[in-house]
C-alpha cells in the first residue's frame, strides 16, 4: 500500500515501569510492541466508536451466543461441532465423519484452506476483524471489562504508573478475577468442543478422582486463555498465529483491506483554526490532520498510514477514529476505508471487480460442493458379500437361493435399527437370525439368504439391488450378485 513517510509515533509504556521513548521510523524493521532493547511495550488503545464499532459489536455477540451455545446445539441428535481428536471421532454441522470417511474429511480441509485461501485473496483480513474468536473475545469481551473497571487508555496509563494502593489493587484483583473466571468458561466450552458435553458434565459430577487428566485439562485451558487475554493479546495474532504471515502471500493490489488514502491525506499536518480545506489545499496539504486518533485506538499498536502490515488485524477502529476527525472537520469520511490498492491509487469507491466476483462464485461452489457431499451421505456403510465357500442352493420348489454376509456401520451416535429389502429382481430377502440393530458408531454382521425364482435370473450371475433402510428411511442402496446355474447346465438337466 502507501509509502508515506512515519514520523514518530506517541509514546506507548509497559503496564508498569516507566515510559520509554520509542523511535518509530524504521517501523518495518521492528515491532510496535517492542522497545529498541527488545522489551514488552504494552498497548493502551483508547476505546474505539463508530459505526463499524456498533456493527462488529452485533456481529460479535452473534457469534459468542453461536460459539458458547454450539456444544449444547443439536442436529439429530448430534452436536453442532465436535472434534474429539482422541477418539478419531469428529461431528460438524450434526454430521458425524469416521476414519472410513478419509475423503470427506480431506475434502472438508481442502475446502476449508482453499476457503481461507479464496476469502483472503478478495476481502483480506475480514477473517480476523469480524469473526476470529481471538479478535472478538479480546475487543469484545476482555478488553471492553477492562475499560468498565480501569477506564478509557488515560485512566489505564494512569493506573498502572500510580503506586499499589488499596483501590489499585481492588481493581487489579477484580479485573483478573473477571478474567480467570471467563477464561474458565471459553477453555470450558473448548473442552465441549474437544470432548463433548455429556463427557464435561461428567468430569464436574463425578468424583474428581476419576478425571484426572480432564481436570487438569480444565485448569490447562483456563491458564492459556487467562495467559492470552490478560497479559498475551494482540501478540497472539504477531506472533502465533499462521494466518496474519501468510496473507502477506495472498494479497494484490486488488484486495480489499483497511487502508489508509495516502492520496487524499498526504501530505498530513495539524489542522489551525480557521483553516479551510481550500486554503489546506492551496499550501499542498492534505485531509489527514496527523490527529493521530488512528494510532491511539489501534490494539496493535501500528499506524495504518504507514501501509498495509502483518499486524493489522483489521479490527475497523481506526476507521471509526478517523471518521469522527472527519466529522468534526466537515470532510468526507473514508480517509481510513476498506479499499484496495487500485482503489486508491485511481480515486475509485469500492468496486465489485470480476476478480472478487470470480473468487465469490469460487468460494461459493466449494462450499456447496461441500454441502451436498455431506447432507446426501449415507448414515451407515454397509457391505454384502456371499458368505464365505458357499454357491448356490436349488429349493424344492425350483428356486434358487445365495447365503450372504452383510456388514452394517452405523455412523451416527444412535442405535440404528436396519431393515434389508430385494430392489432388484424381484424375490425373497431373509435375514437370519434377529432383526439387525447396529449400536451407535459400530459394526453389526449379519446373515441374509436371497431367493430368487428361475425366470428372473441371468445365466450365471445375476446383479442384485439390496435397498438398506432404517425405520422407514432409505439410507443406501447396495449392488452386489447372485450366483445362479449357466443356462447350457440348465439345458443339459
Ligand atoms: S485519524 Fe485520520 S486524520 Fe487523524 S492521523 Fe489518523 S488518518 Fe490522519
Ligand atoms: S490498523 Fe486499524 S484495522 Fe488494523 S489493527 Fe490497527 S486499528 Fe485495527
Do not use: C
Given at each position: 500500500m502507501n509509502r508515506a513517510s512515519p514520523k514518530t509515533q506517541s509514546v506507548r509504556s509497559p503496564p508498569e515501569g516507566p515510559i520509554q521513548p520509542v523511535d518509530w521510523r524504521d517501523f518495518r524493521d521492528h515491532l510496535a510492541t517492542a522497545d529498541p532493547e527488545g522489551r514488552r511495550v504494552w498497548i493502551y488503545p483508547r476505546k474505539p466508536r463508530g459505526r463499524y464499532t456498533r456493527a462488529r459489536t452485533l456481529v460479535s455477540w452473534l457469534l459468542l451466543a453461536i460459539m458458547f451455545a454450539g456444544p449444547f446445539i443439536r442436529i439429530n441428535g448430534n452436536p453442532l461441532l465436535l472434534l474429539?481428536?482422541?477418539?478419531?471421532?469428529?461431528?460438524?454441522?450434526?454430521?458425524?465423519?469416521?476414519?472410513?470417511?478419509?475423503?470427506?474429511?480431506?475434502?472438508?480441509?481442502l475446502v476449508f484452506f482453499m476457503g481461507i485461501i479464496v476469502f483472503t485473496a478478495a476481502f483480506g483480513r475480514l477473517w480476523c476483524g469480524w469473526t476470529c474468536p481471538q479478535t472478538v473475545l479480546m475487543e469484545m469481551v476482555f478488553r471492553k471489562i477492562e475499560y468498565a473497571i480501569e477506564g478509557d487508555a488515560p485512566e489505564q496509563r494512569a493506573l498502572a504508573r500510580a503506586?499499589?494502593?488499596?483501590?489499585?489493587?481492588?481493581?487489579?484483583?477484580?479485573?483478573?478475577?473477571?478474567?480467570?473466571?471467563?477464561?474458565?468458561?471459553?477453555?470450558?466450552?473448548?473442552?465441549?468442543?474437544l470432548i463433548g458435553t455429556e463427557q464435561l458434565f461428567a468430569i464436574v459430577t463425578d468424583d474428581p478422582r476419576r478425571h484426572l487428566t480432564g481436570l487438569t485439562f480444565m485448569l490447562l485451558f483456563t491458564l492459556l486463555f487467562y495467559g492470552i487475554f490478560a497479559r498475551f493479546r494482540e501478540q497472539a495474532c504477531t506472533f502465533i498465529c499462521p494466518y496474519g504471515r501468510f496473507m502477506s502471500t495472498l494479497l494484490d493490489e486488488n484486495t480489499i483491506v483497511v487502508a489508509y488514502d495516502h492520496k487524499r491525506g498526504e501530505k498530513r499536518a495539524p489542522w489551525r483554526r480557521q483553516q479551510t480545506p481550500e486554503a489546506r489545499r492551496a499550501a499542498g496539504l492534505g485531509d489527514c490532520v496527523d490527529c493521530h486518533q488512528c494510532v491511539s485506538v489501534c490494539p496493535t499498536g501500528i499506524d495504518i498510514r504507514n501501509g498495509t502490515q502483518m499486524e493489522c488485524v483489521h479490527c475497523t477502529a481506526c476507521m471509526d477514529a478517523c471518521d469522527a476527525v472527519m466529522d468534526k472537520l466537515g470532510r468526507p469520511r473514508g480517509l481510513i476505508r476498506y479499499a484496495s490498492l487500485n482503489g486508491i491509487e485511481r480515486g475509485e469507491r469500492l468496486r465489485i471487480t470480476p476478480r472478487l466476483v470470480g473468487y465469490t462464485v469460487l468460494l461459493l461452489a466449494l462450499i456447496g460442493v461441500w454441502c451436498a457431499l455431506v447432507f446426501t451421505r449415507s448414515d451407515a456403510q454397509t457391505t454384502i458379500l456371499r458368505a464365505k465357500g458357499t454357491l448356490f442352493q436349488q429349493m424344492p420348489d425350483g428356486r434358487f437361493s445365495n447365503l450372504y454376509t452383510v456388514r452394517v456401520l452405523n455412523k451416527t451416535t444412535r442405535p440404528m435399527p436396519v431393515e434389508l429389502r430385494l430392489e432388484k429382481p424381484d424375490g425373497q430377502l431373509r435375514v437370519m437370525g434377529e432383526a439387525i440393530v447396529v449400536p451407535p458408531a459400530q459394526l453389526a454382521e449379519n446373515a441374509v439368504l436371497v431367493e430368487l425364482d428361475r425366470s428372473v435370473m441371468r445365466s450365471g450371475t445375476t446383479p442384485l439391488l439390496i435397498g438398506v433402510y432404517s425405520q422407514g428411511r432409505k439410507l443406501q442402496t447396495v449392488k452386489t450378485t447372485f450366483i445362479g446355474p449357466r443356462n447350457d447346465v440348465r439345458k443339459r438337466k
Open positions: 474429539n481428536f482422541i477418539e478419531r471421532k469428529f461431528i460438524i454441522l450434526g454430521q458425524v465423519f469416521w476414519p472410513q470417511d478419509m475423503i470427506l474429511s480431506a475434502l472438508t480441509l503506586p499499589w494502593t488499596p483501590r489499585k489493587i481492588a481493581k487489579k484483583l477484580l479485573k483478573h478475577g473477571i478474567f480467570f473466571g471467563l477464561s474458565f468458561i471459553v477453555g470450558n466450552t473448548l473442552l465441549a468442543y
